[in-house]
């Protein structure tokens, strides 16, 4: 009886394993698209710091990035639970957050007149060049920053994760969920790492004797600037994509819409889903900017009008 009872229990164990295995691989491939925006966005967070000072960045917002999944994880099991349409309701937020971002980072690429100048990049590079400046202190207010938008982007993880998961018992989810955030920061972190040195091992390599060694090496040190770029662009269209396809999918006319006009392309139906679900992204986040903006020049000038009395 005892030997039945615990067979039943291994094979209930077995079950749920395999069950939380699907939902992990499914949850994975939904958010591989916020991953390369999250992956994009920390690597370029090292942009411009001193290599000694790399790793020690990366490090202290990989450290942040766990403390947000351990906050972030059970308030979106407790939301779920008590509340489950909340979760729709954040997941359009971070939809809303995605477009916006995106669309910011066009903007000031392409068309940087038409935003407030962002100095920050210039003053790290001031910064970098100044000894007497203490980097450890100045890098902190840029950790904080990198670590709340790992944490907005690392609830949109969470969130569409959770999604995937819907019907699955609390043990479940709490499984998958536990292991997408232990898997996307131990991978995300640890990518960023290897990219942000990889111009270093390049450059080792080039010193090393042997021509396959230094070819390599100078492979490395010309692929590595290039990959950032990649990485940059990257992860701005995944903004779009991600940021996009979560409007869609929360709304139902426009998901409709996309799928009546994806379904007319035929075999390139899934194509023009992303697409199309791109492009509601982009508008999307070219209004929100545009609004925001607008309202930016408002208050300044409430401000100013105060200050002049």
Known sequence: ???????????????????????????????????????????????????????????????GSFINKLILVPAALLISTIYPPLVTFLL?????????????????KFWPHILPHDEEQNARRQANADETVDLVAFEKG????????????????????????????LLEKSLVLSIIAIAITVGVYGLVAGIVRMDDVGLHLMKQSGNIKQKVGAFLVSAAPKLM???????????????????????????????????????????????????????????????LTIIGKIRGKDKDASSAH
């Open 229 to 291: 770029k990649f990485l940059s662009i990257a992860g701005t269209l995944a903004m779009f994509l991600v940021g996009g396809g979560i409007l869609v999918h929360g709304i139902d006319f426009l998901y409709h819409g996309v799928e009546n006009l994806a379904h007319l392309t035929g075999m390139f139906e899934s194509v023009t889903t992303t697409l199309l679900n791109g492009l509601v992204g982009l508008v999307v986040g070219v209004v929100m900017v545009a609004i």
């Open 92 to 108: 359009m937020c971070g939809g809303l957050f995605l477009a916006y971002e995106g669309a910011e980072k066009v903007i000031h």
């Open 142 to 169: 840029k950790i904080k920053g990198a670590i709340r938008t790992d944490f907005i982007l690392s609830a949109e993880i969470i969130v569409i994760a959770l999604g995937s998961a819907a019907g699955a018992s």
């Open 1 to 63: 009886m005892a030997g039945a009872s615990l067979l039943t229990l291994l094979d209930d164990i077995s079950v749920i394993l395999d069950d939380v295995s699907v939902m992990t691989k499914v949850a994975a491939k939904k958010t591989a698209g916020v991953l390369g925006d999250d992956l994009a966005l920390n690597a370029e967070q090292v942009t411009g710091v001193k290599a000694s000072r790399e790793l020690p960045v990366v490090w202290a917002v990989a450290k």
